[in-house]
């Protein structure tokens, strides 16, 4: 019985470490997004590849 008592208390804290760890996970990813290091949803403020639009280009 002993032995069944302890494997109940290590699946306990097992679980309690699984837990812990998926909140921090999700505390990271949720200053992530508060402080902007996360792309933008919709993509309005994405950076544009090329030249900007309405600059003549040169060709020297």
Same mark, same amino acid.
Request: hydrophobic share 20%; charged share 40%.
């Given at each position: 019985?002993?032995?069944?008592? /302890?494997?109940?208390?290590?699946?306990?804290?097992?679980?309690?470490?699984? $837990? /812990?760890?998926?909140?921090?996970?999700?505390? /990271?990813?949720?200053?992530?997004?508060?402080? #902007? $290091?996360?792309?933008?949803? *919709? #993509?309005?403020?994405?950076?544009? *590849?090329?030249?900007?639009? #309405?600059?003549?280009?040169? $060709?020297?």
């Amino acid at each position: 019985m002993e032995s069944f008592n /302890k494997r109940q208390k290590e699946i306990r804290r097992l679980e309690r470490q699984r $837990d /812990k760890a998926a909140r921090k996970l999700q505390r /990271k990813q949720n200053r992530a997004t508060a402080n #902007g $290091d996360a792309p933008p949803e *919709d #993509g309005k403020n994405a950076i544009p *590849d090329g030249p900007p639009q #309405g600059t003549p280009t040169t $060709d020297a």
